[in-house]
């Protein structure tokens, strides 16, 4: 079974991790200009010999040979770059194609797979974090295609730039967003070349892991952004990264990065976008100042395996992993009508985000220290209600009593529509249990059912 966070596969699937961009929104640019239209949408015409003639109207898809030479050496000159400051050669430059808003639209809810996103969605209800009654499929399609300038299209090997950037750039005046947006782009090309990122495609991984790697990849890439801006500006990256203060202003402008309907998304979807941006360069900058983008490249070989070590890179550094949770099996839920339709490592982003319900921070990071690892197992009854058990383990028994705690706090903070039916909370050692959508008899089957095998993980311990 596929295990992916609500919209990690976008990014994996689209786009090999480089899909969307925080902020990719160009200052100015209209969304309707298209390439090869007349003048005041774009210049994207053929010059040769000299002569100018115009270029035939804009297709959805057009390949860069019939726009201007002007786009394809500005191309060339930023690929160049890129693999400069990125420090690997081009095996064979990428085929570049342009394709208008709608284009990306419609190609990116093609792409959506219907039962990963279910199960996604399922698991979001279940914990409250996701209203039932949002359509997600349409949702991220439309904060995809917002967010999308220009992408690394992975499975077909090409480089994709929304119409409206390639006639920024024929016409010489590609802005710097634009310029770094692309240089984003392409070293994911020069990643999936050199460092190979079918590992990110593997069906198996937990939510946690995949969005780890992805935090890896779009960590590199935006480091390459800055690498590329810092070169351009005169100032080295060793000094950039080096520079805390300096660094933190362009992960805080990552993170306050927000288009309109990004914006107005539930807290869970908007952090699935920004978070890998925002902590994977936090990442990839400690693994840079560690030892140059040859530090980067061995943790390609060695990924990390949960967002923990992303948001705390001396965890990664030292080796420290997860803990494998598993969950026991409750037959009260199957005789009472409940079936498991999913099972999933979360991690400690998620667990941050339940705690920032209904707080001005949404994403209670602090909170959740102390995250050792978890498992959810997400059940559905016969007339469709939803259900989530989930274990979450701490580093030490003082974590998992504030863990408990924090957990009880969110509740209380929650309206009165759920706490007529409270979820659950128990703690035994260094493990916390969460049950929600159970009536109180099935939650305290499922609690003894937790208990018991607690009990026997001690006995086997010892």
Partial sequence: MTRRGLVAWLVLEVAACGASRPAARIAGASDRAAVGAPSDATDASTESGGETTGAAPARPSLPVPVLSTRLRAALDELAERVAR????????????????????????????????????????????????????????AEVAAEQVVGYWDHKNDRLVIRNDVAAELSRGQGSPEARMTLAHELAHALQDQHLGLDAALAPDLDSDVSSAYRSLVEGDASLVMLAVLAEQSGVGLDLLVGQQ?????????????????????????????????????????RLYRKGGFAAVDAAFRTPPRSMEQ??????????????????????????????????????????????????ASELDLAGARGWAGDRVRIYRHGDGSLAAVWNLRADRVADATRIAEALRETHRRLPAAVTASPPRVEHVGRDVLLVRGLDAALASSVVDAWRADRRAARRSAR
């Fill in 245 to 285: 203060v300096t660094l933190e202003q362009a992960i805080e402008q990552l993170r306050n990065a927000r288009s309109s309907r990004l914006g107005d998304a539930p807290a869970v979807v908007r952090y699935a976008f920004l978070v890998p941006y925002v902590h994977g360069l936090g990442l990839a900058a």
């Fill in 310 to 359: 992303v948001l705390d890179p001396e965890r990664y550094l030292a080796g420290e992993r997860p803990e494998r949770v598993e969950l026991p099996d409750v037959a009260a839920l199957r005789e009472a009508g409940w079936s498991a339709v999913h099972d999933d490592t979360l991690g400690q982003v998620d667990l941050a985000l339940y705690l920032g319900q209904r707080s």
């Fill in 85 to 140: 400051v990125r420090g690997l050669a081009w095996r064979r430059l990428p085929d570049v194609e342009i394709e208008d808003a709608a284009t990306i639209a419609r190609r990116l809810r093609t792409l959506i797979p219907p039962d990963e996103l279910e199960r996604a969605r399922a698991t979001y209800v279940a914990l409250g974090l996701l209203p039932s009654d949002v359509d997600v499929f349409a949702l991220v």
